[in-house]
């Protein structure tokens, strides 16, 4: 796949052991396309907070959410970057 790259955040709530194999194996999948990803257990209520960000063309951006977003018991949302935030400078115009 092949585009205009952006920045954005996928943000994931996942309830405790659905999907969660499969979850892992397209995060590894897509491992080139993230930055950072950060992930909180909330046991109290059996679900893990996840937030994951990318730097990927739009179209590989736009699968992944896609596809985290069909697995059972997993929501998928995705934040993008302006495109014209990307490499600039906000302190030099």
């Known amino acids: 796949m092949d585009g205009e790259r952006r920045i954005a ?5 996942v309830r ?4 969660v194999a499969v979850l892992n194996d397209l ?4 491992r080139q396309d993230i ?24 179209d590989r951006i736009a699968a992944l959410s896609g596809q985290l977003g069909r ?3 997993v929501t998928a949302k995705m934040v993008y ?7 600039k400078d906000s302190r030099h115009g």
Do not use: F, W
């Open 16 to 19: 405790e052991g659905t999907s």
């Open 27 to 30: 995060l590894h999948q897509y």
């Open 35 to 58: 930055i950072g990803r950060m992930g909180i257990p909330h046991r109290e209520r059996g679900i893990n907070i996840m937030s994951i960000a990318l730097d990927a063309p739009a």
């Open 9 to 13: 955040l996928l943000a994931l709530i």
């Open 71 to 73: 697995l059972e018991g």
């Open 81 to 87: 970057a302006p495109q014209d935030a990307a490499g």
